[in-house]
């Protein structure tokens, strides 16, 4: 090959290198989900080690970094455990939980070893894992002779004191058990705490008790016992003041006010993941962007991570009557359209560090059989991993 010749290959090559690296940054940045959440379904509480192993490399094959369990154990609020909560005075106001591994603590029945398959099969494909501790159901109110939501009779500040007192102390429990089981797994990541717990009060007036006696001792009794990542997750349009009405939404403004309260006040915590709300309340591009703005801005001047909690269903536009009996958990949402997901992503990936997404399992996994629209996870797991991948 003479000079002239080696010349044109040479720069063939460096044009070449050059496209091929512009293509790799585009993959790069374009916007796609890094994590999900796992909620744990009946469909699922009997599987074997080798079909957690397939749903896990699922996750894995569409580029998921982390996954966010829900709750390792559940208060049986729906009489699933033929045990009445009358039967658990060892914790008052609380009712029984159905446990996703072998707990030995008290009101607690052992319904699966789901968790401890799901901890293994992440661990093969380098998932991480972040775990939710207990999810509340309705007991305490019953208890206290409260509607479990609004717009029921609203808690006392005191009666909003004794749940907060006792349901942080339970969660402590749950930690330490947790922790003492599965602290030394590699993938063990760090701990969700879930603010549905104060769906039950008139949260606007009383935030400073949701911080105080509920947010701020459980945050600082897991980092210290621990060092563990800590994360939580809300929704701009899950969160409303009932003043003697229908349910006003929080402001950006108010929403921002308050995790700047969480922010300085529990250093020991570490980040948040919103909800986009356009799934459950169908929030449009302004609702959307006005939320992560005020809250973008507001972590940033705490030197604070922020993530997006993107929600890939929909409502069903003519939900079937009555509702699909169970083992599905959704009567009226289903998995939403590629297209409407693909904007989500474009929205959301300007303003945050990390896209995690409720949930893969009843609405993506190719594995469900969850609904009866499971069919309609499995397509778009496929639509997702071409989007990906294109």
Same mark, same amino acid.
């Given at each position: 090959?003479?000079?002239?010749?080696?010349?044109?290959?040479?720069?063939?090559?460096?044009?070449?290198?050059?496209?091929?690296?512009?293509?790799?940054?585009d993959?790069?940045?374009?916007?796609?989900?890094?994590?999900?959440?796992?909620?744990?379904?009946?469909?699922?509480?009997?599987?074997?080690?080798?079909?957690?192993?397939?749903?896990?490399?699922?996750?894995?094959?569409?580029?998921?970094?982390?996954?966010?369990?829900?709750?390792?154990?559940?208060?049986?609020?729906?009489?699933?455990?033929?045990?009445?909560?009358?039967?658990?005075?060892?914790?008052?106001?609380?009712?029984?939980?159905?446990?996703?591994?072998?707990?030995?603590?008290?009101?607690?029945?052992?319904?699966?070893?789901?968790?401890?398959?799901?901890?293994?099969?992440?661990?093969?494909?380098?998932?991480?894992?972040?775990?939710?501790?207990?999810?509340?159901?309705?007991?305490?109110?019953?208890?206290?002779?409260?509607?479990?939501?609004?717009?029921?009779?609203?808690?006392?500040?005191?009666?909003?004191?004794?749940?907060?007192?006792?349901?942080?102390s339970?969660?402590?429990?749950?930690?330490?058990?947790?922790?003492?089981?599965?602290?030394?797994?590699?993938?063990?990541?760090?701990?969700?705490?879930?603010l549905?717990?104060?769906?039950?009060?008139?949260w606007?007036?009383?935030?400073?008790?949701?911080?105080?006696?509920?947010?701020k001792?459980?945050?600082?009794?897991?980092?210290?016992? %621990?060092?563990?990542?800590?994360?939580?997750?809300? +929704?701009?349009?899950?969160? $409303? @003041?009932? !003043?003697q009405?229908p #349910?006003? &939404?929080?402001?950006?403004?108010?929403?921002?006010?308050?995790?700047?309260?969480?922010?300085?006040?529990?250093?020991?915590?570490?980040?948040?993941a919103?909800k986009?709300?356009?799934?459950?309340?169908?929030?449009?591009?302004?609702?959307?962007?006005?939320?992560?703005?005020?809250?973008?801005?507001? %972590?940033?001047?705490n030197?604070?991570?922020?993530? +997006?909690?993107?929600?890939? $269903? @929909?409502? !069903?536009?003519?939900? #079937?009557? &009555?509702?699909?009996?169970?083992?599905?958990?959704?009567g009226?949402?289903?998995?939403?359209?590629?297209?409407?997901?693909?904007?989500?992503?474009?929205?959301?990936?300007?303003?945050?560090?990390?896209?995690?997404?409720?949930?893969?399992?009843?609405?993506?996994?190719?594995y469900?059989?969850?609904?009866q629209?499971?069919?309609?996870?499995?397509?778009?797991?496929?639509?997702?991993?071409?989007?990906?991948?294109?």
């Amino acid at each position: 090959m003479d000079k002239s010749s080696e010349k044109w290959v040479l720069l063939l090559m460096v044009y070449l290198g050059m496209k091929i690296g512009q293509c790799d940054g585009d993959q790069a940045v374009k916007p796609q989900l890094t994590s999900f959440f796992y909620a744990f379904y009946d469909d699922t509480l009997d599987w074997n080690q080798s079909m957690w192993n397939k749903e896990m490399e699922a996750l894995r094959d569409i580029q998921i970094q982390s996954i966010i369990v829900r709750s390792v154990m559940t208060e049986d609020s729906m009489g699933i455990v033929q045990r009445g909560v009358e039967n658990c005075s060892q914790i008052p106001y609380l009712g029984v939980f159905r446990a996703f591994y072998a707990s030995s603590l008290p009101c607690t029945t052992h319904v699966s070893d789901a968790l401890d398959k799901l901890l293994i099969a992440a661990a093969t494909v380098e998932i991480k894992v972040y775990l939710g501790l207990s999810m509340p159901g309705g007991a305490i109110w019953k208890h206290m002779n409260f509607s479990p939501w609004p717009p029921g009779p609203f808690p006392t500040e005191s009666d909003a004191r004794v749940y907060y007192k006792l349901y942080t102390s339970w969660q402590k429990s749950v930690f330490s058990e947790v922790w003492s089981r599965y602290g030394a797994k590699k993938q063990f990541m760090g701990v969700y705490i879930g603010l549905e717990v104060g769906n039950t009060v008139e949260w606007v007036k009383q935030k400073d008790l949701l911080i105080d006696e509920f947010f701020k001792p459980l945050c600082d009794y897991i980092k210290e016992a %621990s060092n563990n990542t800590l994360i939580t997750t809300t +929704s701009p349009s899950y969160f $409303f @003041s009932f !003043i003697q009405g229908p #349910p006003v &939404p929080v402001s950006p403004d108010d929403l921002a006010e308050f995790y700047d309260g969480i922010y300085k006040r529990v250093p020991s915590f570490d980040f948040i993941a919103p909800k986009d709300g356009m799934g459950a309340s169908e929030n449009n591009v302004s609702i959307v962007t006005s939320y992560l703005t005020a809250l973008a801005k507001v %972590s940033k001047e705490n030197n604070r991570e922020i993530w +997006s909690n993107l929600e890939i $269903f @929909s409502h !069903i536009p003519s939900p #079937p009557s &009555p509702s699909p009996a169970p083992p599905c958990a959704y009567g009226t949402i289903f998995p939403a359209d590629m297209d409407r997901i693909e904007k989500q992503l474009n929205l959301e990936h300007s303003f945050v560090s990390g896209i995690t997404s409720w949930e893969f399992h009843a609405f993506m996994s190719p594995y469900s059989t969850q609904c009866q629209w499971h069919d309609r996870a499995k397509i778009l797991y496929q639509n997702y991993s071409r989007y990906i991948k294109a």
